[in-house]
């Protein structure tokens, strides 16, 4: 169930029963933890093929090497180590739905067989003789800015307008303050069921900290806190140190020091969780040296939230 009362999660959930029970091709774009994969189930469930389960493959955590044969099989033989033939996911996919997590991770080479997948509804086993005909619907998921990755040269813009036939795009919960509440009691009602605790709610302070905080892991890390918290909590009510966040004034005097600080830990601990703790992506993106973006984690007790 999607759970929100902004207007955006209200476009969406509409969004959603227009499309789920068609084939269209669907791009679903949003930073991490937004619900990309949640909505992809969603569909899934209320779509004409729910019958067979859905069929993930996360580009970007699968090794470029193995990706091809993960994603279209190959024949025995075909290359060194291929002893048996093997099914790749969009042939498991058949019938089905696959979805293609983090497409934007995807080498160009491939993205041109996506689209082939797409337009001519057939792939290639690696060492295939003969092309297989697939009967899969497609949803692509991303949370790098694919617009950005085609002006780089990393994505292909014919793939990326018959990818994005219909897409959603879910903002950040920092950017949709409406959520948080109703999302944070929503999570608190199932952590205490899955606990057998009893927090009837979060103090004042808690809120406003959680309105304040830029959730860079978004609803994933709403999740996380309010399961740490609700283990951790031993009040009637949840506050913002069962939470483990801070309530940051800005009327309140700080030193320059102390924003620089602040700045560098926020900047890196976001940079991380977009790189999934990915250490070379990190410091390519912060343009620092992996030696120096393990200092900077040491320097700030930077820990992985989930
Ligand atoms: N609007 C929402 N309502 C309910 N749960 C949500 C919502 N958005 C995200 N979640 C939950 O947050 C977690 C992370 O979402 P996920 O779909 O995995 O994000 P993404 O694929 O964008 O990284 C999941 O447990 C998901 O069910
Ligand atoms: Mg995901």
């Known amino acids: 169930e999607l759970i929100g009362k902004s207007k955006v999660i209200d476009e969406i959930r509409k969004t959603i029963s227009k499309i789920a029970r068609t084939?269209?091709?669907?791009?679903i774009t949003g930073e991490t933890g937004t619900?990309?994969?949640?909505?992809?189930?969603?569909?899934?469930?209320?779509?004409?093929?729910?019958?067979?389960?859905?069929?993930?493959?996360?580009?970007?955590?699968?090794?470029?090497?193995?990706?091809?044969?993960?994603?279209?099989?190959h024949e025995k033989g075909s290359f060194t180590g291929a002893y048996k033939q093997h099914k790749g996911k969009?042939?498991?996919?058949?019938?089905?739905?696959?979805?293609?997590?983090?497409?934007?991770?995807?080498?160009?080479?491939?993205?041109v067989k996506i689209l082939r997948a797409i337009e001519q509804k057939e792939i290639d086993r690696i060492g295939g003789k003969t092309p297989i005909h697939i009967d899969v619907r497609i949803i692509a998921a991303s949370n790098k800015n694919l617009?950005?990755?085609?002006?780089?040269?990393?994505?292909?813009?014919?793939?990326?307008?018959?990818?994005?036939?219909?897409?959603i795009y879910i903002p950040p919960l920092r950017?949709?303050?409406?959520?948080?509440?109703?999302?944070?009691?929503?999570?608190?009602?199932?952590?205490?069921?899955?606990?057998q605790r009893k927090f009837i709610g979060f103090t004042k302070t808690a809120m406003e900290a959680m309105m304040h905080h830029p959730w860079p892991g978004n609803v994933?890390?709403?999740?996380?806190?309010?399961?740490?918290?609700?283990?951790?909590?031993?009040?009637?009510?949840?506050?913002?140190?069962d939470l483990g966040l801070v309530l940051i004034k800005a009327e309140e005097p700080t030193t320059l020091k102390e924003l620089k600080e602040n700045l560098e830990k926020e900047s890196t601990t976001q940079a991380l969780m977009r790189n999934y703790?990915?250490?070379?992506?990190?410091?390519?993106e912060l343009g620092i040296t992996p030696k120096t973006l393990r200092a900077l984690i040491k320097r700030y007790s930077i820990t992985k939230t989930y």
């Open 175 to 195: 950017e949709r303050p409406e959520d948080i509440e109703v999302l944070s009691k929503y999570f608190l009602g199932q952590t205490n069921r899955s606990y």
């Open 35 to 73: 619900g990309k994969e949640l909505i992809t189930k969603i569909i899934h469930q209320e779509s004409t093929r729910s019958k067979r389960p859905p069929v993930v493959v996360s580009c970007g955590a699968i090794p470029h090497n193995l990706l091809e044969s993960e994603l279209f099989g």
């Open 23 to 27: 084939d269209t091709t669907l791009l």
């Open 90 to 111: 969009f042939e498991i996919a058949q019938g089905g739905i696959i979805f293609l997590d983090e497409i934007g991770d995807l080498p160009l080479h491939l993205q």
């Open 147 to 167: 617009e950005d990755e085609i002006k780089q040269g990393n994505f292909r813009k014919d793939l990326f307008y018959r990818l994005s036939v219909t897409t």
């Open 220 to 241: 994933r890390e709403l999740i996380h806190r309010i399961e740490r918290a609700v283990i951790m909590g031993t009040g009637q009510q949840l506050n913002e140190n």
């Open 277 to 284: 703790w990915n250490i070379t992506h990190t410091s390519k």
